[in-house]
């Protein structure tokens, strides 16, 4: 398999949150996820890197601040945008991603994913009003592992 660079007319624009939402199982009536498939025609590998970002609660700062001036670690509170929790980027629209690629021939998929997934009580589990991440990560690898694509799986960490 030989890298080849992209341009500007080789990326292909995907609402992944959209098609996520509209995620029933069946990739043939998720317009979204068939366009992916489409484009997806004739790629010998798809890299998946997508992931739910949670967002700050500015709010939650206020206590931050405050705890540091008394000593106290405070940590700040997150959320998630609606439509990019967890469950809906990193296990639907990992999923639709899987699929397309499935339908389309892919013969590698590389996932991207993340440490931790296997212990439940991580940390950022618990970030963005129990988003748990790294479960929804996990569900998706799990997904690729059984579908029977060629695959590899990338765990980053820090």
């Not at 498939?37 to 931050?64: D, F, H, R, W």
């Not at 790294?134 to 980053?156: C, F, M, V």
Request: net charge negative; proline share 3%; glycine share 10%.
């Amino acid at each position: 398999m030989a890298a080849l660079g992209l341009s500007d007319a080789d990326v292909v624009a995907f609402d992944l949150a959209a098609a996520a939402a509209a995620a029933d199982g069946d990739i043939s009536s998720n317009t979204a996820a068939a366009e992916l498939a489409s484009a997806l025609q004739g790629a010998e590998a798809l890299i998946i890197c997508t992931s739910g970002v949670p967002q700050i609660k500015y709010s939650s700062l206020i206590g931050v601040i405050a705890g540091k001036l008394v000593g106290r670690k405070n940590m700040p509170s997150f959320t998630w945008k609606k439509g990019e929790r967890p469950e809906e980027i990193d296990w639907l629209g990992q999923k639709l991603q899987i699929d397309a690629a499935k339908a389309a021939g892919v013969k590698q998929v590389i996932l991207i994913s993340s440490m931790g997934g296997t212990d439940p009580s991580h940390f950022l589990n618990t970030m963005g009003d129990q988003g748990n991440i790294l479960q929804w990560k996990r569900k998706a690898e799990q997904y690729l592992i059984s579908s029977g694509l060629s695959y590899t799986i990338i765990h980053p960490g820090g």
